[in-house]
């Protein structure tokens, strides 16, 4: 007799109680940089012991998520930071890092195989390091893709956003909100790149990257790091650091491996887990931080996630403005789209802001009223979709 697991009536994910997520840290981020992912990943590790209160070797959980430390990987960072951790994790998984770095730490927090983790992100930018990237991404890249031409995500995400304009009639005015609501964001947000007010008629005629991408569709990429603890609430009390509670999380890979083209991701799978687990419904969610390096993925979650119905973000982000002071609040850093993307650090930037949001001590404008909020992960993309997709609901404690 064949049985699901996952789906016998008796299944009950467990909360994530005791656990606390805290101590938000950015390095600030950089066009280009001649430095190694390691001296990134090290400041990022040395502002959280700052900002903490603890030492190096209080440290015994480490979860590290880069795509320049190679050929080092978690393991090697260890000696290079002079650290000696019980759990280390390496997460390998791009825009989902954050997520996933925080589901693992919670779990061996919970278990109590650890204390206290510190959960790192960065890269490096040299000046031909992406492009170097792009042929040894993955397999598919080194064997089906890059050969014969193809030049990267650009690619990937034109594809992706003219079958969602085709299916569920996306103009680009839509997508072009999304950035300049981003970007009104940014202004106020010490650390972003892209610190100039971006107007709809720059966005529409921005140079063409990939038909039908424009130059603001696309992420920068750049050089940073991003950190955060992930350790026992009464541990945190002690240390007088302020923590976020972990209502709900999803993770899920290869989703919806026959769509020809992606035009869903896991959280369509699991979002009724994400928030029967967190007791809550999207209506009562505050704010929203997305993975965006490209705009179309953004309604892809908006979507995903429950806050409108399939084919039906086109009219959703008309409805809102976006914004951080406006109605929905979207990405209130600026996201990728305006302070930029630091390689891994990507998947660090809106868990990151939402622990800012959720504790008060936001860089850029605050969100009013803001107890919980819901960040999304996507990550891993290959030639016609991404497979990683990740989803947290975190609560002002």
Request: hydrophobic content about 40%.
């Amino acid at each position: 007799m064949n049985v699901s697991v996952t789906s016998n009536c008796r299944y009950r994910r467990k909360g994530y109680d005791d656990v606390v997520a805290a101590v938000p840290v950015t390095i600030p981020y950089t066009r280009y940089s001649i430095q190694s992912a390691h001296w990134w990943l090290a400041r990022a590790l040395q502002e959280l012991t700052k900002r903490s209160g603890i030492l190096p070797s209080d440290i015994d959980g480490l979860s590290v998520s880069s795509f320049t430390l190679s050929p080092d990987t978690a393991v090697g960072l260890t000696q290079h930071l002079g650290l000696t951790p019980r759990w280390l994790d390496h997460i390998p998984m791009g825009g989902a890092s954050g997520v996933v770095a925080l589901r693992r730490a919670a779990r061996a927090v919970q278990a109590g195989d650890v204390r206290l983790v510190a959960c790192l992100a960065g890269d490096t930018n040299y000046v031909d390091s992406f492009r170097k990237m792009l042929s040894s991404f993955s397999r598919f890249a080194l064997d089906a893709s890059y050969p014969y031409g193809y030049g990267g995500p650009n690619g990937t995400f034109a594809l992706l956003t003219d079958h969602y304009m085709q299916k569920y009639g996306a103009k680009r005015e839509d997508f072009g909100k999304i950035c300049i609501a981003q970007r009104e964001n940014a202004l106020s947000f010490p650390y972003a790149l892209m610190k100039t007010p971006l107007s709809m008629k720059q966005y529409l005629t921005a140079r063409p990257i990939s038909d039908p991408l424009l130059l603001f569709d696309c992420v920068m990429p750049c050089a940073g790091a991003e950190g955060f603890l992930v350790l026992e609430k009464s541990l945190a009390t002690d240390l007088g650091l302020q923590g976020v509670r972990i209502l709900g999380t999803i993770e899920r890979h290869n989703a919806f491996p026959d769509d020809p083209i992606q035009d869903r991701g896991g959280w369509a799978m699991d979002k009724d887990e994400l928030f029967g687990m967190a007791g809550i419904g999207p209506d009562d969610v505050n704010f929203l931080e997305t993975y965006d390096d490209y705009p179309v993925i953004c309604l892809l979650q908006m979507e995903d996630l429950g806050f409108c119905g399939k084919g039906e973000g086109p009219e959703f982000i008309r409805s809102h403005s976006l914004t951080t002071e406006g109605t929905f609040p979207h990405n209130t850093s600026g996201g990728q789209l305006s302070v930029g993307q630091a390689g891994a650090a990507g998947g660090y930037l809106g868990f990151v802001e939402a622990l800012r949001q959720l504790t008060g001590n936001a860089l850029g404008k605050q969100v009013n009223d803001a107890e919980i909020g819901l960040v999304s992960g996507f990550g891993m993309v290959n030639y016609d979709r991404g497979v990683c997709t990740a989803a947290a609901i975190l609560a002002r404690e």
